[in-house]
């Protein structure tokens, strides 16, 4: 009966929309199958509530919960579940994202952004974080590396395009993550609902955005 008042507390407090929060305190480490050799290292911004490792998993720390009535239990800390997330503007797949929560506010996101950020060193302040396999769902840090917008244009081309005709054109959020690409303006257009005289506008620096994403030409060497 305990356990199921306890297991009622924590879906309650999930649902509870700001009734309820978790404050994180010193967490226990938890192995994963008696793996030996994964890393963990805080998330940037969510330190004392999630980690991230550098094999591409994400898991959060023990916290106590107070429930809306006022009462604190300790909830143990888990393995994130991920998932791919979802675009409208292309039929490939997308990357894997990570839903977090800190002061009873929820943030969705990318995997291989938090483990670049937590494992590898970006002296030069790059923007955007590539797959070196081509792989979105592999996030292990080896097969990750920083990289400018122009790198990153060359490196979609490669491994999407493969056989490009016309001008392809990268979409980006305003963060600097990569979401798609496409052969030609009129093909970003028409899959995105963005005008092509906005993606044009981007593209020649006359907009920094344009439909709320930000647009680069692949550059051709």
Not at 44 to 64: C, I, K, P
Not at 124 to 153: I, Q
Not at 164 to 181: K, L, S, V
Request: with cysteine.
């Amino acid at each position: 009966m305990v356990a199921k008042e306890r297991a009622n507390r924590e879906t309650q407090t999930v649902k509870a929309g700001g009734q309820s929060c978790a404050k994180p305190i010193l967490s226990q480490k938890i192995k994963r199958n008696g793996v030996s050799d994964m890393e963990w290292k805080p998330i940037v911004g969510y330190e004392g509530y999630y980690e991230v490792s550098n094999t591409g998993l994400v898991r959060s720390l023990d916290r106590v919960i107070t429930d809306k009535n006022g009462v604190s239990y300790l909830r143990p800390g888990k393995e994130m579940k991920l998932s791919e997330s979802a675009s409208r503007s292309t039929k490939e797949k997308g990357y894997l994202v990570v839903n977090l929560h800190k002061n009873c506010v929820s943030d969705v996101r990318y995997v291989h952004s938090l483990v670049a950020n937590a494992f590898l060193h970006n002296p030069s302040n790059l923007p955007t974080v590539n797959h070196k396999d081509g792989n979105k769902h592999n996030n292990n840090v080896d097969n990750l590396e920083w990289a400018s917008f122009g790198e990153n244009n060359i490196h979609a081309l490669k491994k999407e395009l493969r056989s490009p005709r016309g001008n392809p054109i990268i979409q980006y959020t305003i963060d600097g993550e990569h979401i798609a690409t496409f052969k030609s303006n009129m093909e970003a257009s028409r899959q995105t609902g963005v005008s092509r005289g906005g993606i044009n506008h981007c593209i020649n620096g006359r907009t920094k955005t344009s439909g709320g994403f930000v647009w680069r030409k692949v550059s051709e060497g």
